[in-house]
Every structure is written in C-alpha cells, then in structure tokens.
C-alpha cells in the first residue's frame, strides 16, 4: 500500500517544478528572449520533466515495478487533464494525443529509473 504522504509529495513536486518553470518560461517570452516556437517547446519540456520527477519521487517509495508506478501517476495526471480539456472546451486532437503518449512514457521512465536507485541502493549495503 503506498503512503498517502508519498503520493502527496509527488504531486507537490510535480506542481512546483510546473509552475517555477512556468514562471521563468513567461518571464523570458515577456521580455522577447524566446519566440513563439521557442516557448511553445519549453512549455512540453516543462511538463515533460515535471511528470518524470513526480514518478521518480513516487516510486522510489512503492513495492510496484517501476513500471506500474509511472503508468499509474500518469493515469493521475491524465484523468485531470482530459477533465480540464472539457471544462475548456478543448479539441482533441492528434497533437494532443502525441502529447499524452510522450508524457507517459517519461512518466514510466521516471518510475523506472526510481525504483532502479532504490535497488540499486539497497544492494550496495
């Protein structure tokens, strides 16, 4: 059973490495440091790392395969935003589901990687 805590942190890690790159993204579109395309692409790298950190952070703490833990805050993560997609009334679309797709795979990844420290960790001692 994972800890509520856990999942709790995750998350808050994912938020804030959002909104701090976020920030820092507008600030440099504000004052004409990137361009269009620029921003479009730092605004994917973003949430791209983001997922991976909050799946690495979550899995480092479960008995899952790293695997399963990323697939499963991925779903997390997906079910918000399909309901933020509708709340906004936002087409899906081919491009969207790249996105989604490129996003759970690095969430896997993340998991994958945390669970591999953690054993690789505990066979070191």
């Known amino acids: 059973m994972i800890n509520i805590k856990k999942i709790i942190t995750s998350v808050i890690y994912t938020i804030l490495i959002t ?6 993204t507008s600030i440099l579109y504000y004052f004409n440091i ?5 921003n479009k692409v730092l605004i994917y790298l973003t949430s791209i790392i983001s997922m991976f950190t909050g ?10 395969r790293g695997i399963a833990c990323g697939s499963l805050y991925f779903t997390g993560w997906f079910v918000l935003l399909i309901l933020l997609s509708l709340v906004f009334k936002t087409d899906f679309n081919l491009s969207m589901f790249i996105y989604f797709v490129i996003l759970l795979i690095f969430s896997m990844l993340g998991g994958i990687i945390g669970k591999n420290f953690i054993e690789e960790k505990n066979s070191t001692n």
């Open 55 to 64: 799946s690495l952070i979550l899995s480092k703490y479960t008995k899952k």
């Open 19 to 24: 909104l701090i790159s976020l920030i820092f």
């Open 34 to 38: 990137t361009s269009d395309k620029l």
